[in-house]
């Protein structure tokens, strides 16, 4: 039996000061998202936006609701209205179409720009360099209904947690350097989202400020029927 309340104790007890939790509840029922909520967890975050849309119907209206996954351009009217961070903005074309978006609700959305730092081929996201060419390009400095707030990742899925440290300290390094050189004066960006269930630990060893966890808290997933 899963016992998602002293999971949570248990991951919140590991946690840093500066180090917030979101509880990754994808496929997971409404149900254990308010054994969470009534565990004190209010800060959940989602990968499939019409998902989210009826999480968010259901829900306590006090819950933040984060966006982890590849989202999109068509599904970000969904979520535009609620949502509080978009981990995931992996295309400037995603992050014109979120300021639209959030144009249109009358609010502005923060959301973390997703770089590729593993070995597969397979994830998304803009790679360091493009990271650093769409920062220089200024283009995002136009989107008035946007706000960036840091970088968000996903090291190889892999045992060997030396690959696994390298590629989180890739990210911290790049995190710092784009701060430093765009947002010196911006003291919103300040998040680094990495980190999921099986490597929190270097996650936050390497400095990250937001864990995305999922199955450590709530088991496996059921992907068969959601
Ligand atoms: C599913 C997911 C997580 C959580 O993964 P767990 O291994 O269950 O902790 C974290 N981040 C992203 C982007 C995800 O899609």
């Known amino acids: 039996m899963i016992d998602i309340a002293s999971n949570l104790t248990q991951v919140r007890a590991e946690l840093p000061a500066g180090v917030r939790l979101v509880a990754v509840s994808k496929y997971h029922p409404a149900e254990a998202i308010l054994e969470a ?4 967890q209010r800060v959940f975050g989602e990968s499939k936006a019409q998902e989210l849309q009826a999480k968010h119907d259901a829900l306590p209206k006090d819950i933040e609701w984060h966006f982890i996954g590849h989202l999109q351009t068509n599904k970000v009217k969904y979520i535009a209205p609620y949502v ?29 720009l997703q770089v590729h730092i593993a070995r597969e081929e397979t994830k998304f996201g803009f790679t360091p360099d493009e990271c650093r060419q769409y920062l220089a390009s200024g283009q995002w400095q136009r989107l008035a209904h946007v706000r960036l707030c840091g970088l968000m990742g996903m090291a190889t899925n892999t045992d060997d947690m030396r690959q696994v440290r390298q590629e989180f ?39 990250s400020t937001l864990v995305r966890i999922g199955s450590h808290i709530f088991g496996e997933r059921n992907y068969i029927n959601p």
């Open 37 to 40: 909520y009534r565990a004190g």
């Open 84 to 112: 509080a961070l978009i981990h995931s903005i992996d295309s400037p074309h995603l992050l014109a179409e979120v300021d639209r978006q959030a144009a249109k609700a009358g609010r502005t959305v923060d959301c973390l």
């Open 169 to 207: 300290q890739a990210l911290a390094t790049l995190f710092g350097e784009v701060r430093s050189e765009w947002f010196a004066q911006s003291p919103w960006f300040k998040e680094l989202s990495m980190g999921m269930s099986h490597d929190y630990h270097e996650a936050i060893a390497a400095g």
